[in-house]
């Protein structure tokens, strides 16, 4: 995997989204410090991959302090890696940036990564990268089938032109999560815009948190075989929930 690619997606252009100004890579490292932003550390050439945040931006010694991960095989792994990619979101922009050398060190108290700050970071901007948190109160549902032809449904958590988040049903158990699937004939039914039709490509599957702080799996996916119309359904439905989240917020 090269230093600039996100996984599962061409490089080919990926330079035109390079920053190189140190202001604005202090800004947006910043920020995710600030947020606690998720950051999937990326290596092995993409094999492998651990969910890490940044704990602290230290631009007096020129280094970003890491969450250590849960699993100590995995840690080792990826400070033995010759080269890590980092993939966060930042305002709902995807951000990424590489490190050819990672540390162990501690952080108050506990283990954490070090890493030197980089000296560039891709930020990308188009339209299909963009993801939208689904709204908590109008659940979203994937529906698909099982083996069997019985129908699963799947709370939608985010969802972009590219792809959804989805955490997994009972039922998806047995339907085969592996990276690499392709789970055909699936419907996301849209609010205001009706059924899109597409299949749908898992990309990665990891244990998160409910709200009720019960122990779930979030499952990331392609869309595949999308239709001009159904791409332009899901940005309708994007813009028009950002406007009223916009709204929202004006009117408080």
Known sequence: MAANEIPGNGVADMERFRVDSRIEILRVLGDLARTTQLVTAYFNEGRDFILTSVLRLDEENNRLILDYGPDEGLN???????????????????????????????????????????????????????????????????????????????????????GVGIIEPPEGRQCGWDAGTVVPDCRIELPEEGVIHADLEIRNRFQVDSVRGEPVYRVGCRLLRMDSRSNAAILRYIHRVELERRKVRKDQ
């Open 76 to 162: 080792q792994r990826l400070l033995a890696a010759r080269r890590v990619l980092f993939v966060t979101r930042h305002h709902q922009v995807r951000v990424q940036f590489s490190s050819e050398e990672i540390h162990q060190g501690n952080y108050q108290g506990a283990p954490a990564f070090f890493i030197a700050l980089p000296a560039s970071i891709i930020r990308i901007q188009r339209r299909e990268y963009y993801r939208l948190n689904t709204p908590i109160g109008r659940r979203l549902n994937l529906i698909m089938a099982d083996a069997e032809g019985s129908t699963i449904y799947a709370h939608i958590v985010d969802i972009s032109v590219g």
